[in-house]
């Protein structure tokens, strides 16, 4: 059996949508001041996290320390081996840590674990190893070329302004623009 419509529900219900539209408008308001207060707040708190065990910023970058790294799958030397890195000084980024394991990841993407004994805190960085080209190594006045370094070479890093580093290796030193280089954050200044 069909129950016929309520003659009140016809009246109602344009009130009704209209309530239900302005308690969604409302929400959503409130949403976006709460985004608003909290945001600068929360963008603070993740750019400020530490590692639980190192009490050092995460994600920070980090180079190998010996020309042979196992890359494992989880934080254990049970876990299975997914690379080895054959090259001292190649920057990684730590992005978590587990014990005595860190969990890094490489200018290609790879992520895996290797032992924090493995690690060293001196600042290395690739030239470019998206580009092709190689790119130009400037004097201090950032105008005069010095020379051309070839995509992934690895540079030791002696300072950052926010715009441009100053690199070293084996046979170059000068000034390179910070947004050709992986290993350094976009505005880092290191000192």
């Not at 009130?15 to 976006?32: N, P, T, Y």
């Not at 580093?165 to 084996?170: A, K, L, N, Y």
Request: proline share 7%; glycine share 8%; charged share 20%.
């Amino acid at each position: 059996m069909v129950m016929p419509p309520i003659p009140y529900a016809k009246a109602l219900a344009p009130e009704f949508v209209r309530a239900m539209s302005l308690g969604v408008k409302a929400l959503r308001l409130l949403q976006i001041f709460c985004l608003l207060i909290a945001g600068p707040a929360f963008a603070a708190e993740q750019q400020t996290q530490t590692g639980p065990v190192s009490r050092l910023p995460i994600p920070r970058f980090v180079s190998l320390k010996s020309d042979r790294v196992n890359l494992h799958e989880g934080p254990s030397k049970d876990h299975r081996t997914l690379w080895v890195y054959e090259r001292a000084g190649l920057p990684v980024e730590i992005t978590a840590e587990f014990e005595i394991w860190r969990k890094i990841r490489d200018s290609e993407g790879t992520e895996g674990w290797v032992l924090h004994s493995l690690l060293s805190g001196r600042r290395t960085a690739l030239v470019a190893p998206w580009k092709k080209e190689p790119l130009m190594l400037f004097a201090g006045d950032h105008t005069t070329a010095l020379a051309k370094l070839a995509p992934n070479v690895v540079a030791s890093l002696r300072g950052c302004d926010g715009n441009w580093c100053r690199v070293s290796g084996q046979g170059f030193d000068g000034y390179m623009q910070q947004g050709n280089l992986w290993g350094v954050y976009p505005g880092e200044k290191v000192e």
